[in-house]
């Protein structure tokens, strides 16, 4: 690893306030898209045409709802990771990508070894958000199974899984620890939310 900030990312205090606020996004994107039809469903026989206002409001909103929900109960996974893992300062790629393909990152981890790793739940910039130094990347995770990714200095950590997935050899120096803060099955296959 080319630099070790703390003993885990957790220790670092932007990192905690970066969660903190994908914590309240995530929240907003769970309210934003289910507040409203509630608020519509709650106002059924007492305002005129609201069960048509609720059923428009449904057929937008319920298309994403199920997306932002996983995002929102997924954020314990990445606070798993920066609690077990060490951020490392990274060289890295932002490959240009066609508009409506996943955001990719790839990053060398050895000689013989790159890895490209998706963004998820929805496509960032990372190269233009906050980012003094785009051509390198804060990594905090396993290379084989992924992990959380921020631009330098750990205020904006993201999910990130390999791009292509591929079931690894069980076991083996660090598999267990993956395997713990939810990187990979027990079948040696990559988590993929």
Partial sequence: ?????????????PTVVGFRRLVLRRLGW???LGGPP??????IGRVPHAGTAFALITM??????????????????????LRSYPWGEWPCRHPLRPPGSPATIAIPFREDFTATLRILPFPIALAQLENDHPDRIWFAGDPRFGGVVSPVGGHYPVRVVPHTPRREECGGEGFDLARRVGLVRASGKATRT
Avoid: E, G
Avoid at 61 to 81: D, E, Q, S
């Fill in 38 to 43: 509630l608020i519509a469903l709650a106002c």
């Fill in 60 to 81: 937008l909103a319920a298309p994403l709802l199920p997306w932002v929900l996983t995002a929102y109960i997924r954020r314990h996974r990445v606070k798993a990771v």
């Fill in 30 to 32: 769970v309210f934003s």
């Fill in 1 to 13: 690893m080319s630099l070790a900030v703390a003993k885990v990312a957790w220790d670092h205090p």
